[in-house]
T-cell receptor, first 115, second 105 residues
Framework: GAVVSQHPSRVICKSGTSVKIECRSLDFQATTMFWYRQFPKKSLMLMATSNEGSKATYEQGVEKDKFLINHASLTLSTLTVTSAHPEDSSFYIC???????????FGQGTRLTVV | KNEVEQSPQNLTAQEGEFITINCSYSVGISALHWLQQHPGGGIVSLFMLSSGKKKHGRLIATINIQEKHSSLHITASHPRDSAVYICAVNEKLTFGTGTRLTIIP
């Protein structure tokens, strides 16, 4: 099946710094990618829809200035957690589909710990 | 009330048992996904379906659009099937709360 690669898988950063997470579709082009967040023992929640060449669409309650999304090419979307705070510690995961309405493929996820 | 509900939340069974995980949803859907999340967090897509039934190896997924209900079945369960199984709907995935499955040897 299709492959989506996410990097890094784990990151520990200090409060106040920024962290960039990359999501790449390795063998298909994705005009749309999705970013999710998962708190411990909770279900995944959609944060934003990343659109190639245009602004991301954020879900209600997600701060767009806090979670910067850039989808500069058809195979790469990045999520930058700016001015990280311990409350941002979470598991972040991306997904993409080769075509709209088809099977979703997930990155490996990034476990972010802000100390 | 969540738009996507799963049951049971936790399920422990003996190796070899037939497993059923249920998913009910309250919104209109274009597709329903069954996902498997491993302890490290990685997620694998098992099925995407919009009608009927799909089978892959020991896994079977069914959906009843009229009743807004889907089931995931595992035949001849094995300890390596232990994971969290998640039901999600539509392209912008709305997730169920997941079912933690533990298969005991």
């Amino acid at each position: 099946g299709a492959v989506v690669s996410q990097h890094p898988s784990r990151v520990i950063c200090k409060s106040g710094t920024s962290v960039k997470i990359e999501c790449r579709s390795l063998d298909f082009q994705a005009t749309t990618m999705f970013w999710y967040r998962q708190f411990p023992k909770k279900s995944l929640m959609l944060m934003a829809t990343s659109n190639e060449g245009s602004k991301a669409t954020y879900e209600q309650g997600v701060e767009k200035d806090k979670f910067l999304i850039n989808h500069a090419s058809l195979t790469l979307s990045t999520l930058t957690v700016t001015s990280a705070h311990p409350e941002d510690s979470s598991f972040y995961i991306c997904s993409a589909s080769p075509r709209p309405g088809t099977e979703a493929f997930f990155g490996q996820g990034t476990r972010l710990t802000v100390v | 009330k969540n738009e996507v509900e799963q049951s049971p939340q936790n399920l422990t069974a003996q190796e070899g048992e037939f497993i059923t995980i249920n998913c009910s949803y309250s919104v209109g859907i274009s597709a329903l996904h069954w996902l498997q999340q491993h302890p490290g967090g990685g997620i694998v897509s098992l099925f995407m379906l919009s009608s009927g039934k799909k089978k892959h190896g020991r896994l079977i997924a069914t959906i009843n659009i009229q009743e807004k209900h889907s089931s995931l079945h595992i035949t001849a369960s094995h300890p390596r099937d232990s994971a969290v199984y998640i039901c999600a709907v539509n392209e912008k995935l709305t997730f169920g709360t997941g079912t933690r499955l533990t298969i005991i040897p």
